[in-house]
């Protein structure tokens, strides 16, 4: 040990604690996990809060193929889930579904774990990086009472625990370029990695500030490199090993060619220009995202909208007339955005080209996350003014209204979940039933069971019999479409708002009964 008179000539005690405060400040301050009684508190909210809410019924055919892959068998080539198959999302769900006896609990309680693992992410990108600091405890309430965050988190889909880890992979990114220290290329190299087994499209995102770290820090490129190989191959391997190397690649041949060419909702598979594409991306951020106001809705989000608005401006404004949002936090905050917006832009036209955000509002997630990381900071500087704090009250208010409301709403079924069962009435009546309906639709009567003969639209020669079946007075149920040059005996209409779910929220059934 060092003797006293070393310790006074290195420095007093109180120009060490000052020079170790300063360290942890410019480091973004200490560990997020050292709050323990705080994040085990959060932890459980979460958790138990997902599993009040979740989700009891099949909500879409993207659903079904998790649910299946987690409660019946997982199988790449029977798209239970389609390619890559989202073999870390499943490992993680499995054994809980195991444990549980219910995959419904099982993707709630990886949803609500998500939603912690989320909350730790940001923290890397904030100032203090502490869950009690300003920015924390605001980064923390828009998450727990986002409505997208919410949903996501009952849902059977891994986008939410993608999210987290895809912004932990940037803030520790970033920290390494920051500091320069090998470890946080090292984690974030690793998370990389992993994100390719358990959400794929958002494998973009990531990819500017892992580059600059190969840039900007030599030492710490073959950490970096050899962590990404080593996170990759942890799943990789199994899933080739359990699926064989010519199935994998077979599925991978056809769920690539048919998402990009057919059915992915991109630029190549619809009609839809790039305007529209961007106007339904910035819509989807703003209403589904933020629950803003768009014409039509509750006047809950009009106030969110202003808050949304003054927050975002308050930012805006300090960011280009002062220095202060340079000088705050040494640099740390600025330093974080300016590497958060090329992530913003390369995903932001991965995801208008090529994902499917005309029909599925998730893809926004990670646009989304950056959103409220700026707004976690703008509602600080905000509350410093009195009129700021009732701005900001009132918003965060009407903000966990409409998520609470939409969440409710979540927990009865969608429009395409009562079909299935409102089919399923007919078929017990009728059991010479024949359904047309697109091949998803199809998909989701077929795997849940509905004994019926089924005709996909898109099946010419199937559509030509028809004819024969209506002339022998057989029952026809048509989903979404009206039979050409026939009248239906009856007509009903399901719903679900648009806002939990973006995928066929009006749902229209034609039933065809002359004869009996």
Not at 97 to 126: D, E, N
Not at 237 to 255: C, D, F, H, K, N
Not at 258 to 281: D, K, N, P, Q, Y
Request: with cysteine; glycine share 8%.
């Amino acid at each position: 040990m060092g003797s006293p008179t070393q310790t006074w000539r290195t420095g007093s005690p109180s120009r060490i604690l000052s020079r170790m405060r300063l360290d942890r400040e410019s480091t973004g301050g200490v560990s997020p996990w050292g709050e323990a009684p705080l994040w085990a508190l959060l932890a459980v909210w979460c958790v138990i809060t997902r599993l009040i809410t979740r989700v009891t019924y099949l909500e879409d055919p993207d659903s079904i193929r998790f649910a299946l892959a987690v409660a019946d068998k997982y199988d790449l080539t029977a798209l239970q889930p389609h390619f890559p198959g989202y073999p870390v999302f499943w490992a993680i769900v499995k054994p809980i579904y195991v444990l549980t006896g219910s995959f419904s609990v099982a993707f709630a309680v990886v949803g609500g774990l998500a939603t912690v693992l989320l909350v730790a992410a940001g923290l890397l990108l904030l100032p203090g990086n502490r869950l009690r600091s300003p920015e924390g405890l605001a980064w923390t309430v828009l998450v727990l009472w986002n409505p997208m965050v919410w949903l996501l988190g009952n849902r059977y889909m891994p986008d939410l625990l993608g999210a987290a880890v895809v912004l932990a992979t940037v803030g520790f990114a970033i920290r390494a370029m920051r500091e320069g220290r090998t470890a946080d290329a090292l984690i974030a190299g690793t998370l990389f990695g992993l994100l390719g087994g358990l959400r794929l499209s958002y494998v973009p995102f990531a990819l500017i500030p892992l580059a600059g770290v190969a840039w900007s820090v030599p030492r710490a490129r073959a950490a970096l490199f050899g962590s990404t190989v080593i996170g990759t191959l942890v799943w990789f391997v199994p899933l080739i090993a359990y699926t064989g190397w010519e199935p994998m690649i077979s599925a991978a041949g056809r769920q690539t060619v048919g998402h990009f060419t057919e059915f992915g909702g991109t630029v190549l598979s619809e009609s839809i220009s790039s305007g529209g594409r961007i106007s339904r991306a910035i819509e989807a951020i703003w209403a589904d995202g933020l629950g803003a106001w768009l014409p039509g809705r509750h006047l809950l989000t009009a106030v969110v909208a202003v808050a949304v608005s003054a927050i975002g401006g308050r930012v805006l404004f300090v960011a280009l007339t002062t220095q202060k949002f340079e000088s705050r936090d040494r640099g740390w905050s600025a330093f974080a955005l300016r590497w958060l917006l090329p992530c913003v832009v390369l995903y932001s036209i991965w995801m208008v080209l090529y994902q499917n955000v005309l029909y599925k509002s998730r893809h926004v997630l990670p646009l989304l996350i950056v959103a409220l990381l700026v707004l976690s900071i703008g509602a600080v500087e905000v509350v410093r003014k009195r009129i700021g704090r009732g701005i900001v009250a009132s918003g965060v208010l009407a903000y966990a209204l409409v998520a609470m409301v939409l969440v409710a709403q979540h927990k009865e079924p969608t429009a395409i979940a009562q079909v299935v069962e409102h089919v399923r009435v007919i078929s017990e009546a009728e059991p010479d039933l024949t359904v047309v309906a697109v091949p998803l639709v199809t998909f989701m009567l077929e795997v849940q069971g509905v004994d019926a003969t089924f005709v996909e639209v898109d099946d010419r020669e199937a559509m030509a019999l028809l004819n024969s079946d209506r002339e022998a007075g057989f029952p026809i149920v048509s989903i979404g479409m009206r039979l050409e040059n026939e009248t239906p005996e009856t007509k009903s209409t399901f719903y679900h708002n648009p806002f939990v779910n973006r995928m066929w929220p009006e749902i229209p059934l034609y039933v065809y009964t002359s004869g009996h």
